[in-house]
């Protein structure tokens, strides 16, 4: 299946395998295996051939070497690499909405259709992570208004793309300007609520221009 020139998870793409053992694998069996599964669109697998290649041939199939310091003692251990797949993907969802965080997740569904790719149940566990994880970031509303009772337009819904702290400061930031007379911020959940009070209520090129620049940042 044709994949975009870069994923957030499943990369090197485009490499041979001698360019990824130059890049740090140490596993040539595995980027071997990696390349394989790639070209006949065995995602799944492809990811845990991905994850493989960066440990010792000798290391237990299915498991990766990690260490830590705990207790002031620093240990290793064998942590299953599907586990470490998954962790990996909430730290991308922790960093907020990406725009390849939804073509990485349809391009898992596709593949899913390929029901000889043995990493297939690892695809749909991502798919149902991605799903959860997007439904579940904050969201801020923000309504821009001509006075308490009139809205100029209906509110708009921002994505935490960036932040949620940038974004709202960039939002602050707005009060001062001239058009902008004051700005209520409400919390419900998770999610915010933003509302602008215009200075002039007989000047629309300020609330429209307010209301597109806003819309920039869905």
Not at 23 to 45: H, I, K, M, P, S
Request: charge should be negative; proline fraction near 5%; glycine fraction near 6%.
């Amino acid at each position: 299946m044709e994949l975009p020139e870069q994923m957030l998870l499943l990369e090197p793409l485009g490499c041979t395998a001698e360019e990824i053992m130059q890049q740090g694998a140490r596993n040539f069996a595995a980027v071997q295996r990696y390349l394989d599964c790639l070209e006949r669109g065995w995602l799944g697998q492809a990811l845990i051939e991905r994850y493989t290649y960066g440990e010792l041939p000798e290391t237990p199939v299915g498991m990766l070497q990690t260490n830590s310091i705990r207790d002031g003692i620093f240990v290793e251990w064998l942590k299953p690499i599907e586990d470490e797949i998954k962790d990996d993907l909430r730290e991308v969802l922790r960093g907020g909405y990406d725009e390849m965080i939804g073509i990485e997740r349809d391009i898992y569904a596709k593949a899913m259709e390929n029901i000889d790719d043995p990493g297939r149940e690892l695809l749909s566990q991502l798919v149902d992570m991605i799903d959860e994880g997007l439904q579940n970031l904050p969201k801020i509303c923000v309504t821009v208004k001509r006075s308490p009772e009139l809205a100029v337009a209906p509110p708009i819904e921002l994505r935490w793309c960036h932040g949620l702290e940038d974004a709202i400061t960039r939002l602050s930031e707005k009060v001062l300007e001239e058009s902008v007379v004051a700005m209520n911020i409400q919390k419900s959940g998770v999610d915010f609520h933003i509302t602008y009070q215009l200075g002039n209520a007989e000047d629309d090129s300020s609330a429209l221009a307010l209301v597109e620049e806003l819309r920039e940042w869905c």
